[in-house]
């Protein structure tokens, strides 16, 4: 079966380094569109960072210029390397997969991903 796993999350200060791996499974993950989203308590989980299969590569505006996200296909592992941490970056952070093609809007939308992993979580403190 599809499984997703994150792994490298912590608690870091305001300016600190974090780098996050998700290691796939059950699917052939060369096909499948990947991606990081978060949450932070009492908000709605948003988008951070999509990579397709070509490696083409989507941010939102809040983390560009400080987060790149990066694929291994030949490890079927996706990572996510965050610096300039602030601490409107905590978060619970998920690892999330789809193979559908989606219009360039839709790429950071939640409800567009089929497969999820259970989260780790990131704290940046001032």
């Known amino acids: 079966q599809v499984q997703l796993v994150e792994s490298g999350g912590g608690s870091v200060q305001a300016g600190g380094s974090l780098r996050l791996s998700c290691v796939a499974s059950g699917f052939t993950y060369s096909r499948y569109r990947m991606g990081w989203f978060r949450q932070a308590p009492g908000k709605e989980r948003e988008g951070v960072a999509v990579?397709?299969?070509?490696?083409?590569?989507t941010y939102v505006d809040s983390v560009k210029g400080r987060f790149t996200i990066s694929q291994d296909n030949a490890g079927n592992t996706l990572y996510l390397q965050m610096n300039n941490l602030k601490p409107e970056d905590t978060a619970m952070y998920y690892c999330?997969?789809?193979?559908?093609?989606?219009?360039?809007?839709?790429?950071?939308?939640?409800?567009?991903?089929?497969?999820w992993g259970q989260g780790t979580q990131v704290t940046v403190s001032t």
């Open positions: 999330a997969a789809d193979y559908r093609a989606l219009p360039y809007l839709d790429r950071l939308t939640t409800r567009y991903y089929m497969y």
């Open positions: 990579i397709d299969s070509d490696d083409r590569k």
